[in-house]
């Protein structure tokens, strides 16, 4: 079945440092994927999503590229703000059979000042 | 624009009484309507979804319902709530006329505590 597989966290950095959230997935097909930010206490938002191979997505300094060839999704940041502090999800869309997304545990980021 | 609100923000419940979420959408219609529940420090898990009036699909079996009367009203329910029910119980929704790849919107959630 569909699965994805995220950094363990929790993740602490400083301001301003450069960040890597690794993200691996299995699927049958061609999935879409996405990344989630949930800030504390609130829903999920959709950060970014790609939904072919090579697809970068971007949203607030946030990118990341969809590879299919090491079935990866990694979310990168140049420079991290305080304001980043969120956990973040990976997940994937599939419409071979198990139309549903399907998540990743989530990984807590903290940055600080 | 589009909407979704999930009421209420908190609740705290005793063990074994009973629970009702909702969930409703604004500004679109016939969405794919689903429920999570987040627990403490783990990630979401699907508990429901449905893709019309009437039509729920459960994916785990446990003591919870879901209910759709109307096309954008989406209710989580239990007769007798456990201590395991603890959690954050996430409502999101998506089109169901852009084809199958398809981004879910989520509510601002409801932290539920079972004492």
């Known amino acids: 079945g569909d699965s994805v597989t995220q950094m363990e966290g929790p993740v602490t950095l400083s301001e301003e440092a450069f960040l890597t959230i690794n993200c691996t997935y299995t699927a049958t097909g061609y999935p879409s994927l996405f990344w989630y930010v949930q800030y504390p206490g609130e829903g999920l938002q959709l950060l970014l999503k790609?939904?072919?191979?090579?697809d970068k997505g971007s949203n607030k300094g946030f990118e990341a590229t969809y590879r299919k060839e090491t079935t990866s999704f990694h979310l990168e940041k140049g420079s991290v703000q305080v304001s980043d502090s969120a956990v973040y999800f990976c997940a994937l869309f599939s419409n071979f059979g198990n139309e549903k997304l399907t998540f990743g545990t989530g990984t807590r980021l903290t940055i600080i000042p | 624009s589009q909407t979704i609100h999930q009421w209420p923000a908190t609740l705290v419940q005793p063990v074994g009484s009973p629970l009702s979420l909702e969930c409703t959408v604004e500004?679109?219609?016939?969405?794919?309507l689903y429920w999570y529940r987040q627990a403490a420090g783990r990630g979401l898990q699907l508990l429901f979804y449905?893709?019309?009036?009437?039509?729920i699909s459960s994916e785990v079996p446990q003591n919870l319902s879901a209910s759709r009367p109307q096309d954008r009203q989406f209710i989580l329910s239990s007769k007798k709530l456990l201590l395991s029910d603890s959690g954050f119980y996430l409502c999101?929704?998506?089109?169901?006329?852009?084809?199958?790849?398809?981004?879910?919107?989520f509510g601002p959630g409801t932290r539920l505590l079972v004492l």
């Open positions: 500004g679109t219609s016939n969405p794919n």
């Open positions: 449905s893709v019309g009036i009437g039509q």
């Open positions: 999101a929704w998506s089109r169901r006329d852009r084809g199958l790849q398809e981004t879910q919107y």
């Open positions: 790609a939904t072919k191979a090579d």
